[in-house]
C-alpha cells in the first residue's frame, strides 16, 4: 500500500473527516533532503472533521501526528497539515 492510502486510511478512520485531501508533494522537493525516488516522503494533509472543531490549532495537529506517528517517524520527512472548520 502507497503511503499516500495509509495516510488516508488512518485519518479517515481516526477523524471521520468531512473532507480529506492528501497530496504527496515529494516531486516539489526533487534534490533537497529527504526526497526518495518515487515520492512518499513529503506530504500535504487537508482535512475537515467535527472531532477538530473547537480545538487548538496545536491541539489538532498533535491530534493527527498522533494518528500518524509511525509513519511520521519511520517514512515521512516532511508533512504539513490545514485544518478547516467542518460543515454542517
Not at 468531512?18 to 512518499?40: F, K, M, P
Request: with cysteine; aromatic share 4%.
Amino acid at each position: 500500500m502507497s503511503m499516500k492510502q495509509t495516510i488516508i486510511e488512518k485519518l479517515t478512520e481516526e477523524f471521520h473527516p468531512t473532507h480529506l485531501n492528501v497530496i504527496d508533494e515529494s516531486e516539489l522537493h526533487r534534490g533537497h533532503a529527504g526526497y526518495r525516488e518515487g515520492g512518499n516522503s513529503h506530504f500535504r494533509v487537508q482535512i475537515s472533521s467535527p472531532m477538530l472543531d473547537g480545538k487548538l490549532r496545536v491541539a489538532q495537529h498533535r491530534a493527527i501526528m498522533d494518528c500518524l506517528a509511525v509513519e511520521l517517524k519511520q517514512e515521512i520527512h516532511a508533512f504539513a497539515i490545514e485544518v478547516s472548520p467542518s460543515a454542517g
